[in-house]
C-alpha cells in the first residue's frame, strides 16, 4: 500500500509530461483554451495518447517477470531490431489475453470519464478583464503545480534512483511506472563521469587490464554454448533438481561455479560481458547504445593473433536482437543465421529453426572448419512460444511452459556431444556453457536481485582430467573471456570487467539493477545507489535481503565501496571516452 500511494508521485511525473500539449492549452495566458478547435484537439489528444501511456504497465506486468526491472528506453531498439516481435505478436496475444484486455478495459474506462466531463467543459470566452486575471492566475497555478510534479522538491531532478527514497531497493519496481522509466531514459547521457577518487588511486581498488600467462601456449578450439534463457534454477547440479540431466552429467565432468551470474538480463547484453568482459552497467544495453561502434579487445580478435578462425551460430533470422551486428563488432570471421542454413523447411515458422536440428548443423559445419577454430552457438528454443518439436513432447513438462523447452534444448545439446565425439575435433576442444539470462522462476531464492542473474557456467575438456570440480567462488560472464586467456597461456594483455576463474581467489561480481549497483564477494552483497552504500546482505545466506548489515560492518561496506566506486569511474570514463583498449 506505502508503494502504491508513494507511486502517485511518479505516476504524476508521467502524465504531467505525456500531456504536455493539453497542459500548456490550458495554461498559457493566451486565448488557446477558447479557440474553437480547442474541445477537438484535447478530446482526441486524450484518447490517442492516454492508452499508450498505460500501456508500459500493462506489458510490464508480464515482461518485468522476465527482466526483473521496469522497462527503459532501450525497449524500442529491442523491439524494432529483426521482425521478431511483429512476427510473435498472436502468441503473445494469445498467451497475454489478460493483459491486453485489462488496458482495454481501464483505457476505456478512464475515456469514457474523460469524454463524460469533456462534454460539460464551458469553453466560453469570459469577459475581457476576468479572461486575463483567470489566465495569470491559471498560468501561475498550472505552471507552478507542473514544474513540482516533474521537478519535485529534491536537490535534483526525478530519476529512476529517485524511488529509493521512498521504499527499499526490493520495492523500486511496484513505486516507479513504467512510463516514467522509459520517459525519463529517452535521450538521456547513458554515461556520466564519476570522479570518487584520482585515477591512480580506482587502479589499485580494481584494475582491469589483465595479462595471464604460462610457460606454453595451447592451440586447442574453443566452442563457447549459449543456452537461451537457462537460469541455474533449471539445472539439477546446482539446484539440486531440474530439466537438465545430460547437461548435469557434463557439469560434474567438468570445472563448474556454483555461482555465476550473468551481466544482464536480456539475450543483446550476453555477448559483450562473455566475448568482450563488457557487462551493463548503465540503463541500455551496450549492443544497443551509442558506444557500441567503440574499439575493443574482443576474444575473437584477440584469437586472431594466433591464427584462430571464427564464427557465430544462431538459428534464428538474421539481423535478431542485433547478434549478427554486434558479432561485426567484436571480429568474428563469419556469422551463420537462418539465411545461411541449408534447409529452409526447418525453420518452424516462428523464431528459426529447432534446436536439434541447429545443432546438427552447428557440428557438422565446424567439422569443416580448419583447426584451431573458436566458435560459438546460441540455442534458440527455451524462449516463448514455449514449444518443442513432434517427438520430443515426452519430455518432462514442469510447472512452467518453458520447463519442457529447457528439457528439449537439454536433449538437443546431448545429441550433439554425441555427435561431436565422433569427430576428429572433439578431443582438442575447450567447451565453456552457460545461459544468457535467467527467465520464469518459482523459488524465492530466484526471485531475488541476485537470483535474478544466476545461470550456469561450465569449463569441460574431454581430454583434460585437470578441468573438473565445483567452484564455490563466485563468477560472471565477464571471467569467461580473461579465463580462456588464462588457460590457453596466451601472453597477452586484455582490458576486462571480469577475473580468469583458473585463479582460485576470492572473485566478483557486479551487477546493475533499477539505478542500484550491487557487488558480491562471494561472501557479502553490497547495494550501491551511484553516490552512497544503501545495503549489505550477507551472500548466499541472506539472498532474500532480510538483514541489512550496513550499520553493522562498517569497514566491509568501506572495502566493497571502494571497489565498486573504482570499477564504476572506470567503466564510465573508458566506455565513454572510447578508452577501452589495453594500452
Not at 315 to 322: E, S
Not at 381 to 392: E, F, I, L, T
Not at 498 to 503: A, D, I, R
Not at 521 to 542: A, T
Amino acid at each position: 500500500m506505502s508503494a502504491f500511494l508513494y507511486g502517485i508521485r511518479f505516476d504524476l511525473w508521467s502524465f504531467s509530461l505525456a500531456f504536455l500539449p493539453l497542459i500548456l492549452i490550458t495554461a498559457l495566458p493566451y486565448p488557446l483554451f477558447y479557440s474553437p478547435y480547442a474541445p477537438r484537439f484535447i478530446k482526441w489528444y486524450y484518447i490517442i495518447i492516454l492508452p499508450i501511456v498505460l500501456m508500459p504497465d500493462f506489458a510490464d506486468s508480464e515482461y518485468s517477470k522476465f527482466t526483473g526491472k521496469r522497462s527503459t528506453s532501450d525497449l524500442f531498439t529491442l523491439v524494432t531490431t529483426g521482425d521478431d516481435t511483429l512476427r510473435m505478436i498472436p502468441d503473445f496475444l494469445r498467451d497475454f489475453w489478460h493483459v491486453a484486455v485489462a488496458w482495454i478495459a481501464l483505457s476505456s474506462l478512464i475515456i469514457g470519464l474523460f469524454l463524460y466531463i469533456h462534454k460539460r467543459t464551458q469553453f466560453r470566452k469570459p469577459a475581457a478583464g476576468k479572461r486575463i486575471l483567470r489566465s495569470v492566475l491559471t498560468f501561475l497555478t498550472i505552471s507552478g503545480l507542473w514544474f513540482l510534479c516533474i521537478r519535485g522538491t529534491g536537490l535534483k531532478p526525478a530519476s529512476l534512483n529517485t524511488a529509493l527514497v521512498y521504499t527499499r531497493p526490493a520495492g523500486v519496481n511496484l513505486v516507479l511506472n513504467s512510463s516514467f522509466t522509459i520517459l525519463n531514459t529517452i535521450d538521456k547521457e547513458a554515461l556520466a563521469e564519476k570522479q570518487f577518487m584520482t585515477d591512480s588511486a580506482a587502479l589499485k581498488y580494481y584494475n582491469p587490464v589483465v595479462a595471464y600467462k604460462s610457460d606454453s601456449i595451447k592451440t586447442d578450439n574453443i566452442v563457447i554454448i549459449i543456452f537461451e534463457s537457462l537460469g541455474s534454477e533449471y539445472c539439477g547440479y546446482i539446484n539440486g533438481w531440474g530439466f537438465t540431466p545430460f547437461l548435469d552429467s557434463l557439469f560434474s565432468q567438468g570445472l563448474t561455479v556454483q555461482f555465476n551470474f550473468a551481466n544482464g538480463k536480456k539475450s543483446p547484453e550476453a555477448l559483450p560481458s562473455i566475448f568482450a568482459g563488457i557487462p551493463t552497467l548503465f540503463d541500455q544495453p551496450y549492443t544497443s547504445s551509442q558506444y557500441v561502434n567503440n574499439s575493443i579487445l574482443s576474444l575473437p580478435a584477440l584469437l586472431k593473433r594466433y591464427h584462430y578462425h571464427t564464427a557465430f551460430f544462431h538459428g534464428g533470422k538474421n539481423g535478431t536482437m542485433g547478434f549478427d551486428f554486434f558479432t561485426k563488432v567484436a571480429g568474428f570471421d563469419e556469422y551463420y543465421g537462418l539465411n545461411e542454413y541449408p534447409d529452409k523447411s526447418h525453420f518452424d515458422g516462428n523464431w528459426g529453426i529447432w534446436d536439434h536440428l541447429y545443432l546438427s548443423y552447428f557440428c557438422k559445419t565446424l567439422s569443416g572448419f580448419r583447426q584451431p577454430f573458436m566458435a560459438s552457438v546460441f540455442t534458440l528454443y527455451s524462449h516463448r512460444p514455449y514449444k518443442v518439436p513432434p517427438g520430443y513432447e515426452y519430455l518432462p513438462k514442469g510447472d512452467y511452459e518453458i520447463h519442457q523447452p529447457i528439457a528439449y534444448t537439454d536433449e538437443a545439446l546431448r545429441q550433439f556431444f554425441e555427435e561431436a565425439s565422433k569427430t576428429d575435433w572433439y578431443k582438442n576442444t575447450l567447451f565453456i556453457i552457460t545461459g544468457d539470462h535467467t527467465s520464469l522462476t518459482n523459488m524465492p531464492n530466484y526471485m531475488t536481485r541476485t537470483g535474478f542473474y544466476m545461470v550456469p557456467l561450465c569449463f569441460y575438456h574431454p581430454s583434460d582430467t585437470t578441468l573438473k570440480g565445483r567452484l564455490y567462488t563466485v563468477s560472471q560472464h565477464c571471467d569467461v573471456f580473461p579465463t580462456i586467456v588464462d588457460y590457453m597461456g596466451f601472453p597477452d594483455s586484455i582490458l576486462v570487467f571480469g577475473k580468469s576463474v583458473m585463479q582460485r581467489r576470492k572473485s566478483i561480481v557486479v551487477n546493475y539493477l533499477n539505478g542500484v549497483y550491487w557487488l558480491c564477494d562471494g561472501n557479502y552483497c553490497l547495494l550501491f545507489d551511484g553516490d552512497k552504500s544503501i545495503g549489505l546482505y550477507k551472500f548466499p545466506e541472506d539472498m532474500m535481503e532480510k538483514e541489512n548489515l550496513l550499520l553493522l560492518r562498517p569497514e566491509k561496506v568501506n572495502e566493497l565501496e571502494m571497489v565498486i566506486k573504482s570499477i564504476i569511474q572506470q567503466y564510465n570514463s573508458r566506455i565513454k571516452h572510447n578508452r577501452m583498449l589495453p594500452s
